[in-house]
């Protein structure tokens, strides 16, 4: 830590490590100090006259403006809302309605159009894991494949993640409804914070048993439709695995009489950007591989069929917030934080569930909105306002959730946690906008 004196009532503590930053922090509240700022990864804490500025957000230069001077740091994000009247649940409506299904959402007005030309034979919905609007701006030229037949913009599924996305698209609900409301969820009956797509322990990562699919199912959005339908994943047990296998495979399901629809699914470009982030050379390169293969794919596909391609969210680079180092915050809980780094929802203790908040947006409301649970589902962030929560919803939202309007998410895991170069599960432009690009043939 170094510490600098500014003027006689006032002080500057910078801190490398944000273990420290939150210790110090706590022994300055425990000395009756209190919040009286917060700003781009700094807090002040003021008691009598004194007041003293926490920071691990380096400043070169320390003089009286050295607030103004952190405020200049923050880069201002585009917010982009859950709109659940343009995502891909209203592109399952609008084949729904096209196939005579039932419909409990408005349908997509631009697929409307396309379908109104032609009852396609087949149906493909892709979902490329990460591919935002942005990452398609950013690493693929006007020529390409996917740029060419780029259609139009949807928002994501909130959250913005590929467990609650996913599922949305397969089923054709939205996540309030299914229950599939994040990376991970806290299961009351096991007392665990359980990794939906695995069944593991989130903070322990040891196998438990639990299978989320049998307390949480969902059926395909094709399910009730006279139609042969299918479901292509990858075998994420292997290692390495090829998106042009993925879509060999679903060329073989085309030799039916009737309608055929498919959902496939491929976790790239997501997995790389959250190792290296969205500029790396590496992500490029394997969206302009992912791009060759579709071409491939697009000449192979056999007549009178509708591909769509979309993503499940975008990504934005990100910065962690050691959470879990944060004890203020912490001990005022009565389970540890669940869902997602990005849209993290809390449990608090009943005799905290006014502190709580307060200190929360102090410290972190830079970054993070903060949202009663109740409110953020009749906000309509986790469905349409006319969705019923599923019984389980309370459970696994708990009492707030924080949702990410900036750059930084939370490492609420421990100090080994994997640290991500980009991340999403907010709510920035980054995240939120994904293309929709259709192909007819």
């Given at each position: ?117 032609n009852k396609y034979k087949n149906i493909i919905v892709m979902l490329l894991d990460g591919l935002g609007e942005a990452i ?167 007549k009178n069929t509708l591909l769509i391609i979309s993503a499940d969210h975008g990504h934005v680079d990100s910065e962690a ?121």
């Amino acid at each position: 830590m170094q510490k600098t004196i500014i003027n006689d009532n006032y002080e500057y503590w910078y801190f490398e490590k944000q273990s420290e930053y939150f210790s110090s922090l706590e022994e300055l509240l425990a000395d009756e100090y209190t919040i009286t700022d917060s700003l781009h990864l700094c807090v002040e804490a003021s008691k009598e006259e004194k007041s003293i500025l926490l920071s691990y957000i380096f400043v070169d230069t320390i003089d009286e403006n050295i607030k103004n001077t952190l405020k200049a740091l923050d880069r201002e994000y585009t917010k982009v809302y859950p709109n659940f009247e343009y995502c891909l649940i209203n592109t399952i409506a609008s084949i729904r309605k096209t196939y005579h299904g039932k419909i409990e959402y408005k349908t997509d007005h631009h697929l409307d159009e396309i379908l109104k030309e032609n009852k396609y034979k087949n149906i493909i919905v892709m979902l490329l894991d990460g591919l935002g609007e942005a990452i398609l701006e950013k690493h693929l030229t006007a020529d390409s494949f996917l740029k060419r037949h780029h259609a139009y913009t949807n928002t994501a599924v909130y959250p913005s993640t590929t467990a609650a996305s996913t599922t949305a698209t397969i089923s054709g609900l939205s996540p309030i409804r299914t229950g599939w409301l994040g990376w991970s969820n806290y299961f009351k009956e096991i007392k665990r914070n359980i990794v939906l797509f695995t069944g593991a322990d989130y903070y322990t990562d040891a196998p438990t048993g639990f299978n989320a699919y049998e307390a949480l199912p969902y059926k395909p959005f094709f399910h009730d439709l006279n139609v042969n339908g299918s479901l292509h994943l990858p075998d994420f047990s292997k290692e390495d695995y090829a998106f042009k296998s993925v879509l060999k495979k679903s060329l073989k399901n085309f030799k039916r009489k009737k309608v055929n629809m498919q959902y496939v699914y491929y976790t790239q470009p997501d997995s790389l950007m959250h190792e290296y982030g969205t500029s790396d050379e590496k992500v490029g390169a394997i969206l302009e591989g992912i791009n060759q293969d579709l071409e491939w794919y697009a000449k192979k596909l056999p007549k009178n069929t509708l591909l769509i391609i979309s993503a499940d969210h975008g990504h934005v680079d990100s910065e962690a917030i050691d959470l879990y180092a944060c004890t203020p915050l912490m001990k005022m809980l009565n389970r540890a934080p669940a869902n997602d780094s990005r849209c993290t929802t809390f449990s608090v203790k009943e005799e905290y569930r006014k502190e709580f908040p307060i200190l929360f947006v102090q410290l972190f409301g830079y970054a993070f909105e903060l949202y009663s649970s109740y409110d953020a589902i009749h906000q309509g962030f986790f469905g349409s306002k006319e969705d019923e929560p599923c019984a389980r919803a309370y459970d696994f939202l708990g009492d707030y959730v924080a949702v990410a309007k900036a750059n930084y998410y939370f490492n609420y895991k421990g100090a080994d946690n994997f640290i991500f170069k980009s991340h999403h599960a907010g709510i920035t432009a980054e995240e939120m906008l994904v293309p929709v690009i259709i192909y007819r043939k």
